[in-house]
């Protein structure tokens, strides 16, 4: 399974629900992703004399990206463990494929990444629920890769 329900596309909105995740070329199922996202830092500079305005220009990151990945524990899912990502473990690069259908319409791209924990739910005998497993991952930097990049991958990466 890839992330995705059957939840149909509508009115040219993207749904948040179709997506495909790898961990340095391996795929990986996971139910939910948060926190992907992209900050700047930047200074202000003002400028003496009749310049009425401040100017506003990027600074060298000196932050990362913390993107949470989780899933409901399967008895089929040797896969996952089976490359033993643990709190500690180093990828190069996690990419996460926004689907519509078979068909990739955006790839974020996260670089440098740490996988600063690994967790599992509540595990309790008197209760029926899902076993939740979490990562926590750090990384340096995320990239959109544009539209006419997308256009190779289906076949690359199984998706057509």
Not at 38 to 59: A, F
Not at 138 to 154: C, G, H, I, Q, R
Request: hydrophobic content about 45%; overall charge negative; charged content about 20%.
């Amino acid at each position: 399974m890839i992330g995705q329900s059957n939840t149909l596309k509508s009115n040219g909105f993207m749904t948040a629900n179709n997506f495909f995740v790898t961990f340095d070329a391996s795929p990986l199922n996971f139910s939910k992703i948060t926190n992907l996202e992209e900050t700047i830092e930047y200074d202000i500079i003002q400028e003496g004399g009749l310049n009425q305005e401040v100017h506003v220009v990027p600074k060298p990151s000196t932050r990362v990206g913390t993107a949470m990945f989780e899933k409901a524990v399967h008895d089929d899912d040797k896969i996952f463990f089976d490359i033993s990502v643990t709190a500690g473990s180093q990828f190069n690069m996690i990419t996460v494929f926004i689907l519509e259908g078979s068909t990739p319409r955006k790839l974020y791209l996260l670089n440098n990444c740490f996988v600063t924990k690994f967790s599992l739910s509540e595990l309790n005998a008197a209760a029926s629920s899902l076993l939740i497993l979490k990562l926590e991952v750090a990384y340096s930097k995320m990239e959109l890769v544009t539209a006419n990049f997308l256009a190779d991958l289906p076949g690359q990466f199984g998706l057509g």
